[in-house]
Structures are given as structure tokens and as C-alpha cells.
């Protein structure tokens, strides 16, 4: 009442308002307290299942209850009293003071399958109040479910059978399923049935499948399940079907495919029940004798056997069964029909056919010849005849696992044929000959090619005569092969041939061959062999040889000389030139004029006695661009304007040969290798100054240095004579610049001191004239 009136209200509403709210508020307490004394359900029973032998409670809760409460079943009363002795399993639980009068069920039976009600009384003032209904619905559980006719069915092949499957008192009546060995449903020839009991709520259900056995249903089980609200899980039973039924044939092949020539070899492989079985094989309708195992082995496979039905036949006491078989024999590509060509005007249309036998099919590709390009695939060939289209084509056959086979066929414009050859064509006699011819123009494979020899018709033999086709960009090429060539297969012969629109031919004349003598040959190769091995015997031996010297000289220990050369310039006048040749001794020890070996140059050859040489580095250094001695002006070198040095003469082995060729001079060889020209033209001294002492510790004979010379006048280009070396086996080294004479004397070395002399000097006895390269080595001192 606080939330309806309002202090302020209260106080501000004039009397007569103020009336009004007070018989307001006195109407809804009358009416309060008369709806507070009225019975009504807090919580009502809805219906329910339950299991039979199971516990269950149907709520019922009043509040403000006025009279008695009951329930009723299916409409008869129960009773009052909480604890319902009539009925034993039947009590009222909860409490007065909470208005809670549940009915307990325990435990359910199918009596308790019906309709209950919740009721209460009123009072004079009050009236009763009833629930609404609950209907109880109480299920029973099926018995294990049967099959008839037994766990085990024996049957046939192709026999019916029929199983039946019940499950009984079951409420509501039990659904039935049958499930294969897979555990899949069957639903196929499935017939469902119930029937209700006497006491009108639990039934029996029936299950009947029908089929026909065959083969998969040997040791197959089936499966009856059996449920219903009352099962957790379906009730099952299983029966076991044994089939009896005849062999079923499978053959096996050992590869799957095979090659020509290889062995196949077939399994046959049989089920069947019982499995005693025996076996038959049959080739194209043929029975094999003496085979009467699972394996057939066929030898040498052709391709013949492809078209042949293979039979295995199995038995057994329920019956016979067969199964037919194919081997795949693979086999390369060859020609059903050889290529044909095609001749056509120009503009005409033809068709090139390429017809293959393989198996498996081939890849066939068609290659333009002239152009060597591919111009198709397939086993045809469209072509329009034109000027670019003429000509012959390669038909490429290709199966895998094979070799490729070709074939060459043509597009020809209509006309005769043409024969083109070398006129002469050799061979040997006992030799395979080869005499050959192009066949060009029309087509060469459709014409007739005939060879005749001295106008005879040459006869193909094995073994002597055969003919050789290749094709070819330009044409056909007809090979006449000649084996083991007699004196009577040379001579001439006629290559002609002959097609629709023409013929042609050509001579051709064998020459045979001419063969050196075998034993010729024989020599020849071993004279080359022999001569080589001496070639290479001689190279050898030099080699050892002046080796051997080198080192010799090398490890003589003679004191090295420091030759000076001193000129005016090449280009001034003979007269005014002179030369100097300056020897020092290089090392510590001095040189005595008794040493001094010049006294023997003097003398005649009467003695053989050898000169002595002298030996020292092989250190000379020489330019490149020079060009001749250079020329000492004021005590200075100069060569073209050019200062050079000059190292030490060393090399005793090396001579040098003359340069013949040049007018004017001759040229002398020097110890060492070195070589010294003259020429008429300059470099004329009045004197050479030969101040020098010998010191000559060794001894080295001509046979050492490998050095022989002879001393000769030589008369130069302008009558005047030179003296020059002459290389000899007997003789030896000059010894003196002004000795005319012929003869060459030699001695032995001594200790006399050679004087100083102003020795004049013949402008052809000048040792080294202008534009002369000294080549490495030691230069001659004693001149």
C-alpha cells in the first residue's frame, strides 16, 4: 500500500479523495485475503516411461491445500493415505507442511502401464483442484531373438534359403535388422511381422530373409539384432551359411605383355568348395594332352598367337566352370604392303599411304627428304603434286621397345625414268666389287631395273651376285655386288631401266685395280722401320756425345779472356780504319811471353802435333741489332751510335758454317763457334799489335773440341784472295794472319816469348769487317 499512496498525495487530496482511498484500500485487503486462502498446484505429474522392474515418481505439489489429496489410475482413486497399503508398491512421498504428496512406483510393472491423476478436495468456500493427466508408459524388454534353421546352414549354389529371426514379449515390439559378414545392413527380400500377446501390451516380431546362395555366401555370417526402448544395446544371434558351389577360373599371366620369340607361361588358379578339383587346357578349341596342372608354358610366342582362344577348365563334384584367355604378344613394326608411289600432274591431289602391322599401334611420322623436315603423322599422307611437293618421303614407323622401321616412298610428276652413273668404276680382283647406278626422275621402285654384262643378263647367285637398293634424296640407288671378283667380271656394263612411261640406260665400264706386290710392301714397311730405328740410334748417340764434350770443356779450368775490339766508324774509309784486338788475362796469375804459343804459326806442318786452345765461360753477350764490330772514335765505342759491351769468349765445341752467299766475303771459324767476315770494302789496318802472353794450362785437341780445319787461299769476288778456313778431317788451326802459304804447320806448345811485331796486313786478312754478327762463343785470339 506504501508503493500506492503517496505521503504528499495524501496530505494535499481534499477529504472527499481522501474518502475514496480509504474504501480502496479496505476493497484490496478483503481481496488479498480471500486469494491467499485458495488451493492451487505448485507442481503437476506429465507423463513418463519407464522400464519394467524400474523406480519412478510422479511430482505433486499444492500449496494452500484445503481438503484431502489422492491420486487415481486410469481414474480409480488410490487412496488418501500416504503410505497405500493396497497397493504395496505405491507410496505418497514428500512432506504436509510443503504440500508434497509424489507418487513413488517401485518397481514398475505393466500394471503400472496407464494414466494417473493428482487430485484434491475443497471446503464450503473452497472448491477441489485436479491435475492435469500423466500417462506412465512402461516398457518391456524382448526375449534374445531365434533363428531357425540353426546356426549353421549347409546349402548349394544357386538354392534358396530363407532364415527366419523372432523376438518375443517384447513392449513395444522388438525391431529386427539382419547384417551381413561386412556388418551391413540387408534390407533386399526382408518380410517384418508382429503379434500382440494376450495380456494386450507385449507382442512377438519376426524377421524372414530370403535369398539364393551363390559363392560369396560360403562361411558368410549373418546377423539378427534385435532392439527396443527397454535394450541399451540390440540382442543378436548369428548363423553361418556353408556354400557349396563349382570352381570359379581365373587365369594369370606372367607378364603382361610379351616380345616375340619369349615364353609365356599361364597360372590357372581356382576357388571353389569343395576344392578337390582337375584341371583341363585347350588351345583355339584343341585340348592340350598331358597337362593337367594349373600352369600352361607356351615356348617361342609368334605373333599368330594373339588370334588363339586359351581355355582353362576346372571340376569339382558341384560342377565345371572355364575361363578364356588372349596372350598379348608385342611385336615390332613391319609393312603390310610395301609403299607404293604416286604420279600425278601438277595440281593433281595424292594420298601417300603408310600400312603398318605392330602391336601395340605405332607412332608414324612422315619426313620430306629434300627438306629433311616433318611434314606428317598418321599412316596417310594428303599432297597436292606441285613443284615443292615432288620428290620422295621417308614413312617412320616407331613402337616402343623396337627397332624403327622406314620406308621411302615418292610423289613423281608422270615420265620415264633416268639412269645416272661413273662412267668408270673400279674394283680387285678376290674382292667384293661394287658396281653401282642412281635411278632418278619417275619413280625408281616401280620401274624395272635390269643389269647385263657384255650384253648379257647378269644372274643373281647367293654367294656371287646380288643387287643392293637404297634410297637416296636424288633417287634410287641400284647396287650390283660382285663376292670374290674373277679376271672375267671386268669389263662393261649395262644399268637400264624401264617404267609405264619409258626407259633409260647406261654403260659402265669396271676397270680392275692394280695391287703392289705383297712382298714389295713388305719391304717397303720393314726398310721404313729399319730406317727409323738407325735415325733414332744416330740422334741418340750425338746427343751422348756432345754432351759428354760440353761437359768436358766445361770442367777443363782454362782462365777466362777479356777480348776488346776497338774500330773508327763503319762508314769511313778502309784506309783510315783500324782495328785492335786487346787480350787480357782475367784472372790473378799473369802470362809470360815464353808461354806464348805463337811461335809454331810460323812454322811448316811438321809435326802433328795438336794446338792449344784455350777455354773460359760461355758468358758472350751479344745485341741483337748489330750489325758489324763497332768502331772506337776518341777512345770511345760506337756502333751506329750505339756504345756496346762484350762478354768473355768460352765455348770451344761449337763451328759455325760460311756464309757463302754474301759478295766480298769469307768467313773463318773461331774457337768456340765464333765467326769473323772480311770484306774489301773497309777496315783495312796498317798494322795488328799481338802483345800478349799465353798461359796455357790444358790441352785441347781437335778430337775434344770436335773441330777439324784446313787452311786454303779463297779467292773473293774481285780477285783478291782471302784466306779462310776449310773444315777438313785432318789439319789444324791456323796460326798466323800473314803465313801465304798452303800448308798449315801445328807444334806443341813452349815457353818462347813472342816479340812484338808491326805486322802488315791484307785487307782480305781482316777478321771482322763491318755488319758481321759475332755469334756466342770464344773468339780466336791468335789471328
Not at 581356382?270 to 600352369?295: D, F
Not at 770484306?679 to 770436335?706: C, K, M, R, W
Request: with cysteine.
Amino acid at each position: 500500500m506504501e508503493l500506492i499512496l503517496n505521503r504528499q498525495m495524501w496530505y494535499t487530496s481534499p477529504p472527499r479523495r481522501r474518502l475514496q482511498l480509504w474504501i480502496f484500500i479496505l476493497i484490496l485487503q478483503a481481496l488479498g485475503t480471500v486469494g491467499s486462502q485458495f488451493q492451487r498446484f505448485a507442481n503437476e505429474p506429465s507423463p513418463q516411461t519407464a522400464v519394467a522392474g524400474s523406480t519412478v515418481v510422479l511430482p505433486c505439489r499444492i500449496i494452500n491445500m484445503a481438503g484431502v489429496l489422492q491420486w487415481t489410475r486410469d481414474g480409480f482413486g488410490l487412496g488418501n493415505e500416504r503410505q497405500l497399503y493396497a497397493f504395496k508398491r505405491y507410496q505418497m512421498i514428500g512432506s504436509d507442511e510443503e504440500g508434497d504428496y509424489s507418487l513413488r512406483i517401485s518397481p514398475v510393472t505393466l500394471e503400472d502401464d496407464a494414466v494417473f491423476q493428482c487430485q484434491a478436495t475443497g471446503n464450503i468456500d473452497i472448491p477441489g483442484i485436479r491435475s492435469q493427466e500423466a500417462k506412465l508408459t512402461v516398457y518391456v524388454p524382448p526375449a534374445p531373438p531365434e533363428l531357425t534353421p540353426g546356426p549353421v546352414v549347409k546349402t548349394t549354389a544357386g538354392a534358396a534359403v530363407q532364415l527366419t529371426c523372432r523376438s518375443r514379449n517384447g513392449k513395444p515390439a522388438a525391431e529386427i535388422q539382419w547384417l551381413d559378414g561386412d556388418g551391413r545392413q540387408v534390407s533386399e527380400g526382408v518380410q517384418y511381422s508382429t503379434e500382440l500377446l494376450q495380456d494386450g501390451h507385449r507382442q512377438d516380431a519376426k524377421s524372414v530373409l530370403s535369398f539364393l546362395a551363390s559363392r560369396n555366401h560360403h562361411n558368410k555370417v549373418f546377423t539378427c539384432a534385435a532392439s527396443n526402448p527397454a535394450l541399451h544395446q540390440p540382442l543378436t544371434t548369428q548363423v553361418t551359411l556353408e556354400v557349396r558351389y563349382p570352381p570359379e577360373v581365373t587365369i594369370i599371366h606372367d607378364s603382361d605383355g610379351y616380345k616375340e620369340g619369349e615364353t609365356a607361361t599361364l597360372t590357372c588358379s581356382a576357388t571353389a568348395n569343395p576344392q578337390k578339383m582337375t584341371y583341363r587346357w585347350y588351345r583355339s578349341g584343341q585340348l592340350v594332352t598331358g597337362n593337367n596342372s594349373t600352369q600352361l608354358v607356351v615356348a617361342d610366342l609368334t605373333r599368330d598367337v594373339n588370334l588363339q582362344d586359351i581355355i582353362c577348365e576346372a571340376s569339382n563334384e558341384v560342377g565345371t566352370s572355364k575361363k578364356i584367355t588372349r596372350l598379348s604378344v608385342h611385336y615390332g613394326p613391319s609393312f603390310r604392303l610395301p609403299p607404293q608411289d604416286e604420279y600425278g600432274e601438277m595440281g593433281e591431289n595424292v594420298t601417300l599411304k603408310c600400312q603398318i602391322d605392330s602391336l601395340p599401334d605405332p607412332t608414324i611420322v612422315w619426313i620430306n627428304q629434300q627438306s629433311q623436315t616433318v611434314v606428317g603423322k598418321g599412316p596417310r599422307l594428303p599432297l597436292q603434286v606441285t613443284s615443292n611437293t615432288v620428290g620422295t618421303y621417308m614413312c617412320l614407323a616407331k613402337v616402343n621397345g623396337f627397332p624403327e622401321i622406314s620406308g621411302t616412298v615418292g610423289v613423281f610428276l608422270k615420265g620415264p625414268p633416268e639412269v645416272r652413273a661413273e662412267k668408270i668404276q673400279w674394283g680387285k680382283q678376290g674382292d667384293t666389287v661394287l658396281v653401282e647406278c642412281l635411278i632418278a626422275s619417275a619413280s625408281a621402285r616401280s620401274a624395272n631395273v635390269k643389269w647385263t654384262h657384255h650384253g648379257k643378263k647378269v644372274e643373281i647367285e647367293p654367294g656371287r651376285y646380288e643387287v643392293v637398293k637404297d634410297s637416296t634424296p636424288h633417287g634410287l640407288r641400284h647396287t650390283l655386288v660382285i663376292h670374290n671378283a674373277r679376271m672375267e667380271d671386268f669389263g662393261t656394263y649395262n644399268c637400264s631401266v624401264q617404267n609405264d612411261f619409258g626407259s633409260d640406260i647406261f654403260e659402265i665400264i669396271l676397270n680392275k685395280k692394280k695391287t703392289l706386290p705383297l712382298i714389295l710392301i713388305l719391304c717397303v714397311v720393314c726398310g721404313g722401320i729399319l730406317f727409323l730405328l738407325v735415325v733414332a740410334v744416330s740422334v741418340i748417340w750425338c746427343a751422348k756425345r756432345t754432351t759428354k764434350k760440353q761437359k768436358e770443356a766445361k770442367s777443363s779450368g782454362l782462365p777466362e779472356k777479356q777480348v776488346s775490339l776497338q774500330m773508327n766508324d763503319q762508314n769511313s774509309t778502309g784506309n783510315d780504319s783500324d782495328l785492335k784486338v786487346e787480350l787480357d788475362q782475367r784472372t790473378g796469375s799473369s802470362m809470360s811471353n815464353k808461354e806464348a804459343d805463337l811461335e809454331g804459326w810460323d812454322k811448316d806442318l811438321e809435326h802433328p802435333n795438336t794446338p792449344t786452345y784455350f777455354s773460359s765461360n760461355n758468358s758472350y753477350l751479344y745485341p741483337d741489332a748489330f750489325t758489324g764490330i763497332p768502331l772506337k772514335i776518341n777512345g770511345h765505342l760506337n756502333g751506329n751510335g750505339v756504345g756496346h759491351s762484350y762478354g768473355n769468349y768460352a765455348d770451344h765445341a761449337t763451328l759455325v758454317s760460311t756464309n757463302a752467299n754474301t759478295p766480298g766475303y769469307t768467313t773463318s771459324p773461331v774457337l768456340g763457334g765464333g765467326l769473323v767476315s772480311s770484306s774489301q770494302h773497309n777496315l783495312f789496318p796498317t798494322y795488328a799489335d799481338y802483345d800478349a802472353s799465353v798461359y796455357a794450362p790444358h790441352h785441347i785437341t781437335p778430337q775434344e773440341t770436335g773441330l777439324h780445319h784446313g787452311f786454303s787461299p779463297q779467292q773473293s769476288n774481285n780477285g783478291i784472295s782471302n784466306h779462310s778456313f776449310k773444315f777438313s778431317n785432318a789439319g789444324s788451326l791456323p796460326l798466323s794472319l800473314h803465313n801465304n802459304s798452303n800448308r798449315i804447320s801445328s807444334s806443341t806448345t813452349h815457353t818462347d816469348t813472342i816479340p812484338r811485331l808491326g805486322i802488315p796486313v791484307d785487307p782480305s786478312q781482316y777478321i771482322v769487317p763491318p755488319r758481321t754478327q759475332v755469334m756466342q762463343g770464344a773468339l780466336a785470339t791468335h789471328v
